[in-house]
């Protein structure tokens, strides 16, 4: 699976972006998704992830009730609707495929983690 991530900007705080993730491959059903990202001199953390066929999803606290995660198998996307951003959200933000679930969420090693796209970069200013 190859992940191409795309839609970020700046952005004011309190605005809002929708990132969208484009995945090759047929077998795109099969795989849970997330979102990461990585603010300058931080490590990479987890946002957000949904489950193979969207039933289950899964959100950071910092991010909860702000951003929400959707895929459409049919068009092999994933998407991250981010409202209400803030300074704090500032990072470069990157896709993530893993056939299970629990591997995107559990906080373990992300070398566990399957297919990575390349990140897009968000800046929300103050």
């Known amino acids: 699976v190859q992940l191409q991530a795309s839609g970020g900007g700046l952005v004011q705080s309190g605005g809002s972006l929708r990132l969208s993730c484009a995945a090759s491959?047929?077998?795109?059903?099969?795989?849970?998704l997330g979102w990461f990202r990585q603010a300058p001199g931080k490590e990479r953390e987890f946002v957000a992830a949904i489950s193979t066929f969207g039933g289950t999803t899964h959100y950071s606290d910092s991010v909860k009730g702000r951003f929400t995660i959707s895929r459409d198998n049919a068009k092999n996307t994933v998407d991250l609707q981010m409202n209400s951003l803030k300074p704090e959200d500032t990072a470069v933000y990157y896709c993530a495929a893993d056939d299970t679930f629990a591997v995107l969420v559990s906080g373990g090693t992300l070398l566990a983690i399957d297919y990575w796209g390349q990140g897009t970069l968000v800046t929300v200013s103050s």
């Open positions: 491959g047929r077998t795109f059903s099969r795989y849970a």
